[in-house]
């Protein structure tokens, strides 16, 4: 039986833990019968599921795929091998549009998102947004989420290509605003924010001022003469798109 080494494992840790199977399921809140339907349907568990009680369990998920000599087993022929995945939270909105007012929802409003680990990016702080607007609906289309990384987290400029959140600081009244896009730099430092759209609507880029390329910390900045103050912020790293009905035409 496929999982019959899976299984071993968690009754084995059940049984140095003082558990039932139903009870240990029920803490994990993965249904009071997860252990005891792996048991009657031989079926493979998802991943999210064995977490949550590896978690419960306090061990690490791998130890689940070890045998009785505490080897590992690799074969997925043998068992399931999960995705490393972790938690992360959806802060807010960006307009994949013209500029519009960035504002971060209260912490108390952000909402939780399981998503696969980025393993370029594990040991950074890694956020998500909703699109809004449709001046980017060629690749992110309104509604999806993307998942971002601050470049001054990750230590490195923006870079010719990448999908980029833009904000931009009105020193006239203190607002700020943000926008998605895919940033082109320009051999004489000028920098273009393009959208990828199907709406006529968008199709030219942003241009903003030129933008220093050594290093500074936090993404590139405008030139603290320019008026507003622009700073690219934020890498997109992953998106997540929730599919609705499809054009077959």
């Known amino acids: 039986m496929k999982n019959k080494i899976l299984l071993n494992q968690i009754e084995k840790i059940l049984k140095e833990k003082g558990l039932s199977a139903r009870k240990a399921s029920i803490q994990a809140g993965v249904g009071e019968d997860f252990i005891r339907n792996l048991r009657r349907y031989n079926n493979i568990p998802k991943t999210d599921k064995l977490l949550k009680l590896a978690n419960t369990l306090d061990v690490d998920v791998n130890h689940f795929l070890k045998n009785d000599d505490e080897k590992k087993i690799t074969s997925q022929s043998e068992v399931f091998l999960p995705i490393p995945i972790k938690t992360i939270h959806i802060r807010g909105e960006v307009q994949a549009g013209q ?6 929802w209260p912490k108390n409003e952000w909402i939780p998102l399981t998503v696969p680990l980025d393993s370029r990016y594990k040991n950074f702080t890694t956020f998500a947004l909703t699109v809004k607007g449709d001046s980017m609906n060629l690749l992110y289309p309104e509604g999806t989420i993307v998942i971002a990384v601050n470049f001054a987290d990750i230590g490195r400029n923006p870079e010719d290509g990448d999908c980029v959140i833009t904000i ?36 030219r880029p942003i241009i903003l001022p030129k933008i220093t390329t050594e290093y500074q910390g936090n993404g590139m900045d405008a030139d603290i003469a320019a008026i507003p103050d622009i700073t690219i912020q934020s890498l997109v790293i992953g998106s997540y798109n929730i599919v609705g009905k499809m054009n077959i035409k």
């Open 99 to 104: 500029w519009n007012v960035a504002a971060e």
């Open 168 to 203: 931009r600081r009105d020193t006239l009244t203190d607002c700020y605003e943000a926008t998605l896009k895919i940033i082109q730099i320009k051999e004489d430092g000028s920098v273009l924010l393009w959208p990828k759209s199907d709406n006529p609507n968008f199709v």
